[in-house]
């Protein structure tokens, strides 16, 4: 083991043999090929790609599929995806895979059960919040994840 000497014992409470130990000549370029080589022998590249792939925008409805108070599941990019507009003007967008066991919140596309603020899965009867997606009512007790809806004139859409 060798001593790092470059902060002069400022540091005391971190070990430094790891850095010390690592051989010179090692530079960040090859450190960062080596890194996207143990990815791809793990089979992790498709998957680390896709977690830095690009934003993409998708219209998924126009403003008047989605009646005040309502929820409507659709089919996007593979994903499912609840429409709510809890309030008039407000569209809210969630993934709309169960938190429970996973299913899709309805059976289709189409409507999801909605009662007062909550939107309700069809398997078990887990509730969500049409506004938050928070769970409201068991079984599932974790929120569903938020989408990004916009609207654009009578467009909705949805960026995954
Ligand atoms: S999968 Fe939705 S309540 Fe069980």
Known sequence: ???????EGLC?????????DV????????AL????ALFAAI???SASSAAFAAAKTYKVCKTTDIKIGSA?????????VVITQPKKGIFKAFNGYCTHQGAPLAASVG???????????????ASFNTTTGAATGGPAN??????TATVSGTQVSVTL
């Open 111 to 125: 409507a999801v059960a909605t009662q007062g603020t909550n939107m309700f899965c069809f398997q078990h009867g």
């Open 23 to 30: 051989p010179l000549g090692v530079s960040r370029r090859n």
């Open 142 to 147: 974790r929120p569903l994840p938020k989408i």
């Open 33 to 36: 090929k080596g890194v996207a």
């Open 1 to 7: 083991m060798t001593e790092n000497k470059s902060c």
């Open 72 to 80: 409507k599941i659709f089919a996007v990019n593979g994903l499912p």
């Open 12 to 20: 005391e409470s971190r070990p430094h043999t790891e850095i010390a």
């Open 43 to 45: 089979g992790l590249s």
